[in-house]
């Protein structure tokens, strides 16, 4: 039986406070790991962006979309590492 791949889109505000280096260190870990499971139609880094709302009192954040097609299952795991990984303000994943 074939797997079943769903069209998802990513977004997550990484903290900026954090240094550029480590930054840039965790976008591309977020991007390499989804490009491992998943196939990535396109990225598109938004850059240093101001916050709607303060968030734990940060007013700016780096912000990255990322489009791909993945199995159901790999979302969890993406969720869970998400939530596990320092300097991540916000994350939301949905399915299109």
Do not use: H, Q
Request: charged share 35%; proline share 2%.
């Amino acid at each position: 039986m074939d797997k079943i791949l769903n069209k998802y889109e990513t977004i997550f505000i990484v903290d900026t406070t954090i240094g550029e280096e480590a930054v840039t260190a965790l976008v591309e870990k977020f991007k390499t790991m989804i490009a491992e499971s998943c196939k990535v139609e396109s990225v598109d880094d938004w850059g240093k962006m101001r916050l709607a709302y303060p968030i734990e009192d940060r007013t700016e954040g780096y912000y990255t979309l990322i489009n791909f097609e993945s199995e159901p299952e790999f979302i969890k795991e993406l969720d869970r590492v998400y939530n596990i990984t320092d300097g991540i303000l916000r994350t939301i994943t949905v399915r299109k």
